[in-house]
Each structure stands twice: as structure tokens, then as C-alpha cells.
């Protein structure tokens, strides 16, 4: 079979697979190209999925005719010359516009700031039409039609309007993140429209566009620098998480990425405060010398490699957990708010009538006299009402009254987690603090408490071993051996002896004793696993974290325990000092706090 060379469209439309794989892919080239070409704001329109059209307008530098017909040949790029070390820019392959041409229906409108005329270039399917005058504002507009037209096998691949929409809404909103001081805006006839203002260098504030407000009443900032790599975002308390790792966003450099160290790392930073099956929500952005990072790993650009990766991995474990340590035991917003919810009645449940500034409510079905008589106020003496009452409830007037008595007030206005004032159900505190109250789950925060003990006294000294009279030989793939003794003296610290022999299987000499009689080799596997998929054998520290929560559930104050106001205090004080406190063992919140003004909206004073 003789060798020949490929046509330069066939080129092309190979080349597209790699970099444009379906419509987000198209959005995300053409909107990094506008970032990097100065634009301040970036205009994108979308229809049925971004199948039918895609377009992106910028008001950046713009082009001249001669830039225009290189822009859509292969690798023609103004953003590097002969030098990948040192990349600054999200674009630098010259491989998106070309790919896009050779399997839709392409059109670059642009005109430089400083030029009179804009023009135009045109390729369907690969074919390259000549450069034309046309009318178009300073900036650059580049209209995609028809993908995959000229691929029709790859069309056939493409999902539904509706999730080919999300997918761009996703890749929208990760750039939009990135680049705060660009005014974004997303519309078409798909889909509702999304508009970012710029917010300049406030990034929270563009967070906040994006993801919600929620994201900004439980977001923790995050700074930190080791050895020139610099570490900044928000990373959320821990009982503000999701089903999903949808609201995990990283950044190096200013490049959206999926890497999967950032994310392994972002993971380990919130091992055991966050349930089985929960993803933490965090922001994440890195910057370092472009020299020390590799972006030139996948024509996608969504991957990178790090020189130093245990170096990037520490930091972002690092300044994570001395983050929640500082303040990830606060409450999650949305405790609060569902609580609030909980007791709004339901719409039509009730009719409010104001007369005389008195407002008074009734069923709906019951007619109503704005003067009404004694008789009402008597039967609602002998009403009662369901809902959060406990029968044969003790009266709590000895210890919920507000002490005027100088210790108490301090405590209130003094400690965070404030004066324990009851006991509910012999489960719940309720503590009165500076702006409003907190109700505490006893048996979840003294179960933290205890956890938190436990895991002192097993890492402040070398995790106990129990020496196996045989050891266990586990047969493995030699490259499963070479990875796994790579990290052989980390799983030493807990407590696993791991010994190579011969160049196919690895010998267990010793297992933590904390673990009891467990499968070795079961074990193992599971390690050789996850530091195939996560370089990281935390796996191992997960149990020995399981087996300690399991032990402090059960050594911690139970339910129905009735404590004392100086047990309740003391509770609260130790909460207060203990980092983590704020959700137990298993990631539930230990406490919801409402505030004052929320109690005062349920009243009707605000």
C-alpha cells in the first residue's frame, strides 16, 4: 500500500475530532480567542443546542484582511513564535478556526479599532472563500452554522438540543468565572438569557453571578503561596456541599481545567467532613511561571501537568484545611434557610386581614369581622395548635427567660455559639447568641468532639501495627508494584508494611491494628486503584478515619440525655475551639444558627 499525503481538508476534519467535539467545544474556542484578543465584553448566541448556530461577538483588537486569511489555515496563530515554555494565553495550537471550517459553516467578521472598513471570511466544509469588505463594528463576529454538516457521522453522536444547551451553559459559566472584568453575556432562542456584568477585580462578586448568593454566605477565601506558586479562590464550609462535582472550578493561570490532581486534592483537603457521595463546592485558581506548567498536553487544553505536582497538591490540601480550621465550622446558610421555610405556612392555608393596624388570621373557609368579639380570643386560649409543640412539655420559663445576670450576658455577646438557654426534646440545644440563636443536634457536635479527640491520639504518634505471621503474598501487574511502592513509606505511617518481591508481587508484612483481621489483599487493590486514578493512597487513612468515627459515635453523649446549663455551655465552648465542628462525623451539621432579622421576618417586623 503506497504511502501519500492527506488532503488538507481530510487534515482538518481529523483534527477537528480531537479539538471540537461538540458545540461547547466551539463555544469555548471562540470565546477564549475573543479574551485573548483584549475584549472586554463577549456577546454569545446560541440556537437548537448550538447545532444550529453558534455566534460570538468581542469588541477586542479586531483583524486586517491578511490576518483574517491566515486565521483559517492550521496552525497560524498571533500568541507564540518558536517558544512553548513560556505560554500566557488560553489559545496557541491555530488549530481551532480551521477545525471548526472543515466541518460547518463558518463565517470571522472584524475590523481593527483603528480601521475604516471590516472585512470578511467564509469556509464551508473546508473550502476557503476570498476576503470581502463587509459592515461590522470594531471587534471580531464569527458565526458558526450547521456543525458537522460535513461530518454527518459525527452529528449523528451529538446529544439533545436540551443537553447540548447545558453543556454550553457549563463552559459558559467556568470562562465567565475566570475572567470577572469581562462583561459576558449568553442568550438565543434555546434558552433563557444569562448576562455577567463586569465586577472588575471583586471575583466573589462575579462567583456570586454565577453560582448564586449562597455561594458567597458560605464561601471561606483562600490565599496562600509556596515556593512561587499562588493559591487563591473560595472554598465552601463543608455542609454546603452537592450531589455532584458540577460546582468544582479550577483555573491555572487563568485556563479552565479538569485536572485531576487539583481535584484529588481538593477531595483529600475535606476527607472526613463531607458524607459518602457529597462533592464539597469550591473555586479554585492557581498561577504560577507558565514555565512550570505543561497546557500543551491535549489539543482541548483541559488538562495540564504540573513539574512539581506534590508541590501543587500540598498547597491546595494545605490552605484548604487551615481554612476550615479557621472557619469551616460554621453553619451552612441553608440550615438557616430551610429552617425559615419550615415555618412559613403554605399559600392559601390562611387569610390575613388588617384592620386598625391589628392583622389576625383565619382559615379560609370562615368568614371574619374585623371586631371581633371575646368569645374568639377564648376559644384560641383552649386551641392546640400542632406543628413544633411536645406534649407534656415541663415549663422552660426557669432557663429560657433572658438573664439579666452579668456571666450570662457575656456569654452571649462574647462567645460565638453564645448562652445555652434549653434543652428541647433532650436532643437539641438552644443557645442565645449576639444576633439571634442556634439550635445544636447534642449527639451529632459531642460526637465531632470525640472523633476529633480520637484522631489526635492516633496521628500525634506512628499508627499501631499488628505483624501478620504470614505474610501475604498479592500478586500484581508491575507497574501496579512500581506505583504502589512509590508510596510504601506513607502507608508505613499507617500502619501497613509493604515490601516488594520479585517484579510481579508485593508482600503485606504488617496491617494497622486499629483495623482488626482485615482482607489484605482486598486492601491492596483498593489502594493500587486509587493511585492509579489519583496518585494518592488515602484510602488507607479513610478506614483507619472510619473506624475512629464509628468508635466516637459510640463513646459520645446519646439522645435523650438531659444535660445540665453548665454541660451545655461547656459543650458549646468546646465547639467553638475544636476545627471541624461543624458538621459530625458522617457531614451533617451539628448546629443551625437563625439570625435575629430572620426571626423578626417571620413576625412581621421587618
Avoid at 14 to 37: F, T
Avoid at 110 to 132: H, K, M
Avoid at 316 to 343: H, K, N, P, T, Y
Avoid at 439 to 450: G, M, P, S, T, Y
Wanted: hydrophobic content about 40%.
Amino acid at each position: 500500500m503506497t504511502v501519500r499525503p492527506l488532503p488538507e481538508t481530510l487534515i482538518n476534519q481529523i483534527a477537528a475530532g480531537e479539538v471540537i467535539e461538540r458545540p461547547a467545544s466551539v463555544v469555548k474556542e471562540l470565546v477564549e480567542n475573543a479574551i485573548d484578543a483584549g475584549a472586554t465584553r463577549v456577546e454569545v448566541a446560541t440556537a437548537g443546542g448550538g447545532k444550529a448556530l453558534v455566534r460570538v461577538t468581542d469588541n477586542g483588537h479586531g483583524m486586517t484582511p491578511d490576518d483574517l486569511q491566515l486565521a483559517v489555515k492550521r496552525h497560524c496563530t498571533s500568541k507564540i513564535t518558536d517558544d512553548l515554555d513560556s505560554i500566557a494565553t488560553l489559545g496557541f495550537r491555530g488549530e481551532a478556526l480551521p477545525s471548526i471550517g472543515s466541518v460547518s459553516k463558518l463565517r470571522i467578521q472584524s475590523r481593527p479599532a483603528d480601521a475604516d472598513t471590516a472585512y470578511e471570511v467564509r469556509v464551508s466544509g473546508g473550502t476557503v472563500e476570498g476576503i470581502r469588505p463587509t459592515a461590522a463594528n470594531p471587534g471580531t463576529v464569527v458565526e458558526v452554522r450547521d456543525i458537522f454538516y460535513a461530518t454527518p457521522a459525527r452529528l449523528k453522536f451529538l446529544k439533545s438540543d436540551r443537553a447540548e444547551t447545558g453543556a454550553i451553559t457549563e463552559v459558559f459559566k467556568r470562562i465567565a468565572i475566570a475572567f470577572p472584568n469581562v462583561r459576558m453575556t449568553l442568550s438565543g432562542t434555546d434558552r433563557s438569557t444569562l448576562e455577567f456584568p463586569a465586577t472588575g477585580d471583586n471575583a466573589l462578586a462575579r462567583i456570586g453571578q454565577v453560582l448564586g448568593t449562597e455561594f458567597a454566605d458560605n464561601a471561606i477565601a483562600i490565599d496562600a503561596v509556596r515556593e512561587d506558586v499562588h493559591l487563591t479562590g473560595f472554598a465552601c464550609v463543608p455542609t454546603y456541599n452537592r450531589a455532584n462535582s458540577l460546582q468544582q472550578y479550577a483555573f491555572v493561570n487563568g485556563r479552565p481545567v479538569q485536572d485531576k490532581l487539583i481535584f484529588s486534592a481538593l477531595r483529600g483537603a475535606y476527607a472526613d467532613t463531607i458524607p459518602r457521595g457529597r462533592y464539597p463546592v469550591a473555586v479554585l485558581s492557581i498561577t504560577l511561571d507558565p514555565r512550570f506548567v505543561d497546557v500543551n498536553v491535549h489539543p482541548a487544553k483541559a488538562d495540564v501537568r504540573f513539574r512539581d505536582p506534590g508541590l501543587v497538591r500540598g498547597l491546595i490540601v494545605g490552605a484548604i484545611r487551615e481554612a476550615l480550621s479557621r472557619q469551616g465550622d460554621r453553619a451552612s446558610s441553608v440550615g438557616a434557610r430551610d429552617m425559615v421555610s419550615s415555618f412559613r405556612p403554605e399559600a392559601g392555608s390562611a387569610r390575613r386581614h388588617y384592620t386598625n393596624d391589628n392583622v389576625f388570621e383565619k382559615a379560609d373557609q370562615s368568614a371574619w369581622r374585623g371586631d371581633a368579639d371575646a368569645s374568639f380570643f377564648r376559644q384560641l386560649e383552649n386551641t392546640t395548635q400542632p406543628g413544633f409543640a411536645e406534649g407534656a412539655q415541663s415549663a422552660l420559663s426557669a432557663i429560657s427567660e433572658p438573664s439579666a445576670r452579668h456571666d450570662e450576658q457575656n456569654l452571649t455577646q462574647q462567645f460565638p455559639l453564645g448562652a445555652a438557654r434549653a434543652q428541647l426534646h433532650q436532643n437539641y440545644i438552644v443557645a442565645q447568641t449576639g444576633d439571634g440563636l442556634v439550635i445544636v443536634d447534642q449527639h451529632a457536635a459531642h460526637e465531632r468532639l470525640v472523633y476529633e479527640d480520637l484522631k489526635k491520639s492516633l496521628y500525634n504518634r506512628e499508627v499501631a501495627s499488628q505483624v501478620l505471621l504470614i505474610p501475604e503474598i498479592i500478586d500484581l501487574p508491575e507497574e501496579d508494584c512500581d506505583r504502589l511502592m512509590a508510596h510504601a513509606e506513607e502507608l508505613g505511617e499507617f500502619g501497613l508494611a509493604v515490601e516488594r518481591f520479585g517484579p510481579g508481587a508485593v508482600a503485606v508484612r504488617e496491617t494497622p491494628a486499629i483495623l482488626g483481621e482485615i482482607d489484605a489483599t482486598g486492601l491492596i487493590r483498593q489502594l493500587v486503584d486509587e493511585i492509579a486514578e489519583w496518585d494518592d493512597a488515602g484510602g488507607l487513612k479513610a478506614r483507619i478515619d472510619y473506624v475512629a468515627a464509628t468508635m466516637a459515635c459510640h463513646g459520645s453523649v446519646r439522645s435523650g440525655r438531659r444535660l445540665s446549663a453548665e454541660e451545655m455551655n461547656g459543650l458549646l465552648r468546646r465547639m467553638e475551639t475544636t476545627p471541624g465542628s461543624g458538621q459530625c462525623n458522617h457531614g451533617r451539621p451539628t448546629y443551625i444558627e437563625l439570625k435575629l432579622s430572620d426571626i423578626e421576618r417571620l413576625f412581621g417586623r421587618r
